[in-house]
């Protein structure tokens, strides 16, 4: 049982990690401090994609996370990361995309309401 309990807790642990790699400022904050030279942690961040796998991925709430953990495999991206301009400008991109991303799904969800509206309206 103390087993199951350890690999929960790693679980929940390695889930909440992942998902602070969505943060530009989070990862800034980490290539200043150098863990991105360490090589157990460019190692463990190898390990963790893993993540990827859907009986993984499905527990993720923040999904951009897994394009940066895919980013911070290389270490150019790793080096980039400890110019606070560079985060700046990730995060700006975050946003940006969130907008153009929940714009776009209110114009479809709009469509489709309107659509099944002239399909009741075209049966009576």
């Known amino acids: 049982a103390s087993d199951d309990t350890g690999n929960r807790l790693r679980f929940q642990l390695e889930l909440e990690?992942?998902?602070?790699?969505?943060?530009?400022?989070?990862?800034?904050?980490?290539?200043?401090?150098?863990?991105?030279?360490?090589?157990?942690?460019?190692n463990y961040l190898k390990y963790l994609l893993y993540w990827k796998e859907p009986e993984y991925a499905k527990y993720l709430k923040y999904p951009q996370c897994l394009h940066m953990l895919e980013l911070l495999q290389y270490e150019h991206f790793r080096k980039e990361l400890v110019n606070a301009q560079c985060a700046k400008f990730i995060?700006?991109?975050?946003?940006?995309?969130w907008q153009h991303y929940s714009r776009k799904r209110m114009r479809l969800q709009q469509a489709l309401a309107e659509q099944q509206q002239q399909n009741n309206t075209s049966v009576k």
Do not use: M, S, T, W
């Open 17 to 42: 990690f992942v998902q602070c790699l969505a943060n530009p400022n989070y990862l800034n904050f980490l290539a200043q401090r150098g863990y991105f030279k360490d090589k157990a942690f460019v």
């Open 91 to 97: 995060d700006e991109q975050q946003i940006l995309h």
